[in-house]
Nanobody
């Protein structure tokens, strides 16, 4: 059994910062990429940022220069540092693990966390 558990969401004023964490639990051998997606009310889920096991990153244009993703492979944990937050960043943020392999050899194509709410007030 594999779980992704997010933490760090909350309410912040515009211009403020938050740091999200996502820890993958289970007998994990490897995870190809981890990332963050978000879904605002009435909108589709969208990519925010991803990071590979080698450290290569990808960001949505809307968050470049403000958000930073990092990863601790030993802890199977990914972080999202969000600075200069804007009201339009308000959303439920979901952690994602892409191509996760267990010690047993079982492979998941992708795993999702339960989501954490980020609310940015103006």
């Amino acid at each position: 059994q594999v779980q992704l558990v997010e933490s760090g969401g909350g309410l912040v004023q515009a211009g403020g910062s938050l740091r999200l964490s996502c820890a993958a639990s289970g007998s994990i051998f490897s995870i190809n990429a981890m990332g963050w997606y978000r879904q605002a009310p009435g909108k589709q889920r969208e990519l925010v940022t991803t990071i590979t096991s080698g450290g290569s990153t990808n960001y949505a244009d809307s968050v470049k220069g403000r958000f930073t993703i990092s990863r601790d492979n030993a802890k199977n944990t990914v972080y999202l540092q969000m600075n200069s937050l804007k009201p339009e960043d308000t959303a439920v943020y979901y952690c994602n693990a892409d191509r996760l392999e267990l010690l047993t050899g079982y492979r998941y194509l992708e795993v999702w966390g339960q989501g954490t709410l980020v609310t940015v007030s103006s």
